[in-house]
């Protein structure tokens, strides 16, 4: 079969070498938006002796995920780079064995049980912010990572890691790091090599597994249904009434565990971020928080008052998607795109160059929550805003997560007005999720709200 390539661009084996040994950190979030500008929505780059295809095209993200997803595979490079941390978990695993864990998962997100969640939620982020002090410097991504790391173990486990919450976020976090070095590596070392960061990155894994065993084992010893999502999972019985065994509960519940703060935390920390370089905004997003909820705690029924802070939130994830691209395989030879693919082909579905894409969004790179008003959010392509993915394989927390989001942005609104500490450098780097490469530094400033009456 001849290989028909889109246009793209080619880096000899040489030069690939070169950046490598240079230690020059290859910046895939560029990347995808550079290759789009010049060689458009369906683009190959030829890595020395690798080949892979950048895609930022609504409708191929379409026909990839939605239309023709059993026609590829994950890439064996995430489950060389999440496999050590994630086990067979809902993220990296495939065929009959995703499909059945997905079926045993689902009614652990039912809308109804995430909604019971709703005054942990607002509970943990009022706690947090009991604890600040006019004045003070606080590290907000790590804050955010605190925060919803304690909500995760509370609604997963019912669990309070409060006293443990630094450590097990720096342990996710070096784990996380070590994940990225795989997925960036030019050669993937076996993990018998014992090399001082793989040795590392297991003692960090063995030292979480034993966390979340101890979860598992207290459930299973007292057999109580505290109505979270750990008693869900145990509950759960396939067809033929089989259960899940302890490791693959375990994958399981640290895919959740990830999946379930990590994103959340740096969404948060992006908003705020857009938030304090746009002050027109935050105005605006402060009279609707005041209007809706007074000095009172937020509520799940305040959710439908807060249609500003949906939009703020929607937009956030557009800019700084966490989950920035998703990998991909073709099982078979297979055309796409009016070109021809070959098996085992790598391709990006790079959600984070299409939400920045001139021809999906205009002006792509202003923060601008009006995109997703009632009016506007109608006229974007049905596929070209994929913050939580698409097709059988989307996010199964989305519904969780958003509702996290605007909660807990809602209650700190009310409550503090944060600040950037000058001098900083903020850039994006992508690790499994988006995160700010050398933090986010602010100074916070409490608010006293007034009672205010509440709109009918």
């Given at each position: 079969m001849t290989i028909m390539y889109p246009p793209g661009v080619r880096t000899g084996v040489i030069e690939t070498l070169r950046t490598?040994?240079?230690?020059?950190?290859?910046?895939?979030?560029q990347f995808a938006k550079d290759s789009q500008a010049q060689f458009g929505d369906f683009n190959y780059t030829k890595f020395g002796w690798?080949?892979?295809?950048?895609?930022?095209?609504?409708?191929?993200m379409h026909e990839i995920l939605v239309e023709r997803p059993e026609e590829f595979y994950k890439i064996k490079l995430i489950k060389y780079a999440l496999g050590p941390f994630l086990g067979n978990g809902l993220l990296t695993n495939e065929g009959d064995f995703w499909k059945k864990q997905r079926k045993l998962a689902q009614p652990a997100f039912h809308?109804?049980?995430?909604?019971?969640?709703?005054?942990?939620?607002?509970?943990?982020?009022?706690?947090?912010?009991?604890?600040?002090?006019?004045?003070?410097?606080?590290?907000?991504?790590?804050?955010?990572?605190?925060?919803?790391?304690?909500?995760?173990?509370?609604?997963?486990?019912?669990?309070?890691v409060s006293g443990d919450a630094d450590h097990v976020?720096?342990?996710?976090?070096?784990?996380?790091?070590?994940s990225n070095d795989r997925l960036n590596a030019a050669f993937q070392i076996p993990d018998w090599v014992p090399t001082a960061k793989t040795r590392q990155m297991h003692r960090d894994i063995a030292e979480l597994d034993v966390i979340i065993q101890r979860f598992i084992d207290e459930r299973?010893?007292?057999?109580?249904?505290?109505?979270?999502?750990?008693?869900?999972?145990?509950?759960?019985?396939?067809?033929?009434?089989?259960?899940?065994?302890?490791?693959?509960?375990?994958?399981?519940?640290?895919?959740?565990?990830?999946?379930?703060?990590?994103?959340?935390?740096?969404?948060?920390?992006?908003?705020?971020?857009?938030?304090?370089?746009h002050p027109d905004v935050?105005?605006?997003?402060?009279?609707?928080?005041?209007?809706?909820?007074?000095?009172?705690?937020?509520?799940?029924a305040d959710l439908g008052k807060l249609k500003y802070a949906e939009m703020v939130i929607k937009e956030s994830l557009r800019l700084y998607p966490p989950?920035?691209?998703?990998?991909?395989?073709?099982?078979?030879?297979?055309?796409?795109?009016?070109?021809?693919?070959?098996k085992g082909a790598l391709l990006t579905l790079s959600m984070y160059g299409m939400?920045?894409?001139?021809?999906?969004?205009?002006?792509?790179?202003?923060?601008?929550?009006?995109?997703?008003?009632?009016?506007?959010?109608?006229?974007?392509?049905?596929?070209?805003?994929?913050?939580?993915?698409?097709?059988?394989?989307?996010?199964?927390?989305?519904?969780?997560?958003?509702?996290?989001?605007?909660?807990?942005?809602?209650?700190?609104?009310?409550?503090?007005d944060l600040s950037l500490v000058a001098g900083q450098n903020i850039v994006p780097k992508q690790l499994v999720t988006v995160r700010p490469a050398n933090g986010i530094e602010v100074k916070v400033k409490l608010r006293k709200v007034e009672k205010t009456a509440v709109p009918a």
């Open positions: 490598v040994l240079s230690g020059v950190e290859f910046d895939l979030l690798v080949t892979f295809y950048m895609i930022t095209d609504p409708d191929l809308s109804k049980r995430i909604e019971a969640y709703a005054n942990v939620m607002v509970d943990y982020a009022r706690r947090m912010l009991a604890g600040w002090r006019t004045g003070e410097t606080r590290r907000l991504d790590r804050e955010m990572m605190k925060l919803t790391l304690n909500i995760v173990a509370k609604t997963l486990f019912d669990a309070d976020g720096d342990l996710l976090t070096r784990i996380l790091e070590a299973r010893q007292s057999g109580e249904d505290k109505g979270d999502l750990l008693s869900m999972l145990l509950q759960a019985r396939d067809d033929d009434g089989s259960t899940m065994d302890d490791k693959q509960l375990r994958d399981e519940l640290m895919t959740i565990f990830l999946a379930g703060h990590e994103t959340t935390a740096m969404n948060l920390t992006w908003t705020w971020y857009l938030l304090m370089e935050m105005a605006r997003l402060k009279a609707e928080v005041d209007a809706a909820l007074g000095d009172r705690p937020a509520t799940m989950a920035a691209s998703a990998g991909r395989e073709p099982i078979h030879d297979l055309h796409l795109g009016g070109y021809t693919i070959p939400h920045h894409n001139p021809k999906v969004f205009p002006n792509p790179e202003v923060f601008d929550p009006e995109r997703f008003s009632p009016e506007n959010e109608k006229n974007i392509p049905r596929y070209g805003y994929l913050p939580f993915g698409a097709g059988p394989r989307v996010c199964i927390g989305n519904s969780f997560a958003l509702m996290e989001a605007r909660l807990v942005l809602a209650t700190m609104v009310q409550q503090a």
